[in-house]
């Protein structure tokens, strides 16, 4: 029970096919107590059946991280109820759909913008409204993607607002580190999202994936989650400001796989 007696936020749970909710699995099986935030009410009523799946105390709280009045009203919630915390998970992205076709270079300073709000300054902040209650020895986590180092096609505006949310979590590790709180990021491979489902082609990237990984197969919720754990527990302990990469080591490749070459070709033909 490796999260026994702990409790924290896991923020970005949207339904059950949720890199987050393979993250709130992982921690409530490890004894953790978990608050889940929401956006509106379509929202909560997705993630209300799967908080009463979890074993633990839970708690559901409405944040809305394009507000600040919201975001720090969630956090002041937590305060009230639970005082301290030990965790905190950020697993939120959005852009405009419709502008991760084409050039990244035609996308709207108005879509830059939210996207970077919600992808990037909702992890600043998050982490700033959380720093007074986080204890010593506590850990925050967000989430990424490859996009942020290289690039993916259709994922455009995203993978800037990506590379500008890992270089947040170095920058957060060195401010929180002076309270003895850890930050990493986990960069997962790509699965089956509610936020995939807005990226072009997505399943030809995930058979690309899958022929090319050393491992040859895709990445899973339950592999984040296990990361996850390891990561916001003492297990993680002397780990900080890192980019933790859980796809299966296709990060790594210089080349594809040449075994599957002709299947290769053949959906890089239909890109």
């Not at 852009?95 to 300073?109: A, E, H, N, P, W």
């Not at 010593?136 to 180092?149: H, I, K, P, R």
């Not at 990561?231 to 900080?240: A, E, I, N, P, Y």
Request: proline share 2%.
């Amino acid at each position: 029970m490796l999260m026994e007696n702990k409790k924290g936020l896991v923020m970005g749970l949207a339904n059950d096919h949720s890199i987050a909710w393979g993250i709130a699995k992982a921690l409530d099986g490890a004894g953790a107590k978990i608050a889940i935030s929401y956006q509106g009410e379509a929202l909560k009523k997705r993630v209300e059946p799967l908080c009463q799946q979890l074993k633990g105390e839970t708690m559901l709280i409405e944040c809305d991280v394009s507000n600040t009045n919201s975001v720090e009203n969630c956090f002041k919630t937590i305060a009230q109820r639970w005082g301290k915390i030990d965790f905190l998970v950020h697993a939120i992205a959005f852009s405009d759909k419709d502008q991760l076709k084409g050039k990244t270079i035609d996308t709207t300073l108005d879509n830059f913008l939210h996207t970077m709000h919600i992808s990037c300054y909702s992890f600043l902040e998050a982490c700033r409204c959380a720093a007074p209650i986080l204890n010593q020895d506590a850990a925050v986590l967000t989430l990424t993607y490859l996009g942020a180092e290289k690039y993916v096609p259709n994922y455009n505006i995203m993978g800037v607002a990506k590379a500008a949310l890992e270089a947040s979590v170095r920058y957060a590790a060195a401010d929180l580190g002076l309270q003895g709180v850890r930050v990493n990021a986990i960069s997962a491979g790509p699965i089956k999202t509610l936020a995939a489902a807005g990226i072009g082609d997505f399943k030809k990237i995930l058979r690309y994936n899958e022929l090319n990984t050393p491992l040859r197969r895709n990445v899973s919720q339950d592999d984040v989650g296990a990361m996850a754990l390891a990561l916001l527990s003492d297990l993680g302990r002397g780990v900080t400001g890192e980019i933790v990469h859980v796809d299966a080591g296709f990060h790594q490749n210089a080349m594809f796989n040449l075994d599957k070459a002709k299947e290769l070709a053949e959906i890089l033909e239909q890109f």
